[in-house]
T-cell receptor, first 114, second 114 residues
């Protein structure tokens, strides 16, 4: 089955600490993977995308993610958290084969405390 | 470059009514997808349109329908509204809808059914 799984519905970090948000995908999901961020009462903003180029993908706002095929993972990291990073983050995979849609993980709410 | 525009931002409707939501994609983007976001079910794919044709449809009842116009603008319609249709409806714009060029989301329409 095609699926994207985010480990941890809530993550809390201190300002300045490392941010690590975990995402695993099923092997049937093609290697088009995305991370989106959603602020309250807003839509989804693309942070970064992996489309079979470099395995380490750099995105906006200092975020990056590494595609690891052997682990079927696409974890999102940021070296130093900022208060403005508090939001909900979604990992998504593109499903082709006639479906042409994104499937999303359940989301991880990131809290950043002083 | 203008982003994806969804109107209206907020809607309150009564059970049994119908509603039409609008989405204007980024200029030059021919694929428009719709997603429903609820706290219980997360982000779920509704349907995708490309060049005025519905290419794919998610697992939603026939009360949910859509269309796309020659200028790529899209509308979705929900008839006979139910309380469970209360959600944030997100539109995503893509050049081709094949995954590699990514998806840009609008700010969404928050529908409340009372």
């Amino acid at each position: 089955a095609q699926s994207v799984t985010q480990l941890g519905s809530h993550v809390s970090v201190s300002e300045g600490a490392l941010v690590l948000l975990r995402c695993n995908y099923s092997s049937s999901v093609p290697p088009y993977l995305f991370w989106y961020v959603q602020y309250p009462n807003q839509g989804l903003q693309l942070l970064l995308k992996y489309t079979s180029a470099a395995t380490l993908v750099k995105g906006i706002n200092g975020f990056e993610a590494e595609f690891k095929k052997s682990e079927t993972s696409f974890h999102l990291t940021k070296p130093s958290a900022h208060m403005s990073d508090a939001a909900e983050y979604f990992c998504a995979g593109f499903v082709s084969g006639g479906y042409n849609k994104l499937i999303f993980g359940a989301g991880t709410r990131l809290a950043v405390h002083p | 470059k203008a982003g994806v525009t969804q109107t209206p931002r907020y809607l309150i409707k009564t059970r049994g009514q119908q509603v039409t939501l609008s989405c204007s994609p980024i200029s030059g983007h021919r694929s428009v997808s719709w997603y429903q976001q609820t706290p219980g079910q997360g982000l779920q794919f509704l349907f995708e349109y490309f060049s005025e044709t519905q290419r794919n449809k998610g697992n939603f009842p026939g009360r949910f329908s859509g269309r796309q116009f020659s200028n790529s603008r899209s509308e979705m319609n929900v008839s006979t509204l139910e309380l469970g249709d209360s959600a944030l409806y997100l539109c995503a714009s893509s050049i081709s809808g094949t995954g590699d060029d990514g998806y840009t989301f609008g700010s969404g329409t928050r529908l409340t059914v009372v």
